[in-house]
């Protein structure tokens, strides 16, 4: 019975101690397989062709035209103007450098970039399989099939960077400065079909290294299974869970209800913004900025309420008062009701919506009011915080206007 590692540890370490022996072959081995010229020239293609491009793309064609916001729809362009604001504060590359990304030159570009840093890859992966063979290694075809499995891996990686780009370019989801633009259902269903193209495309990608490895590795594909039982009972809970995870993917991604950048808050009270909609997993951003990693079992039968698409809000305060204040009601509430008006613009007064102030109860040792308002206003962001400041502003002026004090457990603030 052959033995794994008796008998096979000295003859290995003098084989690699043969190296400096051996080093003037090693070298004439490298020299007949590599050609130092092309190898220069894949590296300066790997790792220049993007930075070279990119100065006459901000210097000529994004420096010529300049472009404007007012293109734009009012309600894009204001978006537009926040987004781009947004971006200065939290990103530290230029905007010239995100559209020239975007762009088809960096495009080409970074195709060439990547299958030269490939090719310098397999150079080097060559280069040890030379260097095991001349030191008397038995590597047969291996460098081969290694180089098989990268080319048809960046081979792929590339069929989908280059699919996601005409996706959202057919759709004209992109805007001229290569960012997405404001239209969130246009955008779900260009990221639906991404991910759905990603999914053939992977599973492509997996089929074709299988055959490779079969064809050029003699690697049977009954026996890379073959677990035993007590493997297939693993295999198959496994298969399960991850069967479960991407099809609460794929109904949470195809459902209609979130898309990526817009702000939600679910039933379990998790609220935030969708950084990322996954096949196992979603990436939640909260209002803490802590970015928090939920499975997408635990969202996909949950009850949803998306922010984002929401163009009204509510401003609804409870007002105390003493018993000795009631006299002074109506006047009050008329001059609530003309104080929010002036305070904010954007109020519904013309009946679709709440616009109103009324005495609701008598409790125990207080009188309440409410105060009940909606506006045309998105429920989120600093417009909004803005306007409700306005609003409660507007409500305190005008109960100190008729010398009225509110009470606050059972205290009295003025």
């Given at each position: 019975m052959k033995s794994a590692v008796a008998g096979k540890i000295l003859p290995l370490a003098t084989r690699l101690w043969t190296i400096k022996a051996k080093h003037k072959d090693i070298a004439t081995a490298i020299h007949k397989l590599a050609s130092p010229s092309e190898l220069i020239l894949l590296i300066l293609l790997g790792w220049t062709t993007v930075p070279i491009?990119?100065?006459?793309?901000?210097?000529?064609?994004?420096?010529?035209?300049?472009?404007?916001?007012?293109?734009?729809?009012?309600?894009?362009?204001?978006?537009?103007?926040?987004?781009?604001?947004?971006?200065?504060?939290?990103?530290?590359?230029?905007?010239?450098?995100?559209?020239?990304?975007?762009?088809?030159?960096?495009?080409?570009?970074?195709?060439?970039?990547?299958?030269?840093?490939?090719?310098?890859?397999?150079?080097?992966?060559?280069?040890?399989?030379?260097?095991?063979?001349?030191?008397?290694?038995?590597?047969?075809?291996?460098?081969?099939?290694?180089?098989?499995?990268?080319?048809?891996?960046?081979?792929?990686?590339?069929?989908?960077?280059?699919?996601?780009?005409?996706?959202?370019?057919?759709?004209?989801?992109?805007?001229?400065?290569?960012?997405?633009?404001?239209?969130?259902?246009?955008?779900?269903?260009?990221?639906?079909?991404?991910?759905?193209?990603?999914?053939?495309?992977?599973?492509?990608?997996?089929?074709?290294?299988?055959?490779?490895?079969?064809?050029?590795?003699?690697?049977?594909?009954?026996?890379?299974?073959?677990?035993?039982?007590?493997?297939?009972?693993?295999?198959?809970?496994?298969?399960?869970?991850?069967?479960?995870?991407?099809?609460?993917?794929?109904?949470?991604?195809?459902?209609?209800?979130?898309?990526?950048?817009?702000?939600?808050?679910?039933?379990?009270?998790?609220?935030?913004?969708?950084?990322?909609?996954?096949?196992?997993?979603?990436?939640?951003?909260?209002?803490?900025?802590?970015i928090t990693s939920i499975p997408n079992t635990q969202l996909a039968n949950q009850r949803i309420t998306n922010i984002s698409r929401i163009r009204r809000c509510q401003v609804k305060q409870i007002l105390r008062f003493d018993y000795d204040e009631a006299n002074k009601f109506p006047a009050l509430f008329e001059t609530i009701k003309k104080e929010v008006k002036a305070a904010c613009p954007q109020v519904i007064a013309d009946g679709s919506r709440p616009f109103r102030v009324v005495w609701s109860d008598f409790k125990s040792s207080h009188l309440e009011v409410i105060v009940d308002m909606h506006f045309n206003v998105k429920p989120s962001g600093d417009v909004y915080h803005d306007n409700r400041q306005r609003c409660l502003m507007a409500i305190y002026r005008a109960i100190k206007s008729h010398g009225m004090k509110l009470v606050v457990r059972e205290e009295y603030i003025s």
């Open positions: 491009l990119q100065y006459p793309y901000n210097k000529f064609i994004i420096g010529s035209s300049p472009r404007s916001l007012s293109k734009l729809s009012t309600d894009d362009s204001t978006d537009a103007i926040t987004d781009l604001e947004e971006k200065k504060k939290t990103s530290s590359t230029p905007t010239t450098t995100s559209e020239f990304q975007h762009s088809l030159l960096f495009l080409i570009a970074d195709h060439i970039s990547r299958a030269s840093k490939v090719a310098v890859l397999v150079y080097a992966i060559d280069c040890i399989a030379v260097t095991l063979k001349t030191l008397g290694f038995n590597v047969k075809n291996y460098s081969q099939i290694i180089a098989k499995v990268i080319y048809t891996t960046w081979f792929f990686d590339r069929l989908r960077s280059l699919k996601k780009y005409l996706i959202f370019k057919l759709l004209n989801v992109l805007d001229q400065r290569g960012a997405r633009k404001f239209h969130p259902g246009a955008y779900g269903r260009a990221n639906i079909l991404n991910h759905l193209l990603d999914a053939v495309i992977i599973a492509s990608m997996t089929l074709s290294i299988l055959d490779v490895l079969q064809v050029e590795g003699g690697l049977a594909l009954k026996s890379a299974f073959a677990f035993g039982s007590a493997g297939t009972l693993v295999f198959s809970f496994a298969s399960k869970d991850l069967a479960t995870q991407l099809v609460s993917g794929l109904a949470l991604s195809s459902s209609d209800k979130v898309y990526e950048g817009e702000e939600v808050a679910f039933g379990d009270g998790t609220k935030g913004v969708i950084v990322k909609m996954g096949w196992m997993q979603t990436l939640i951003r909260s209002p803490d900025e802590m």
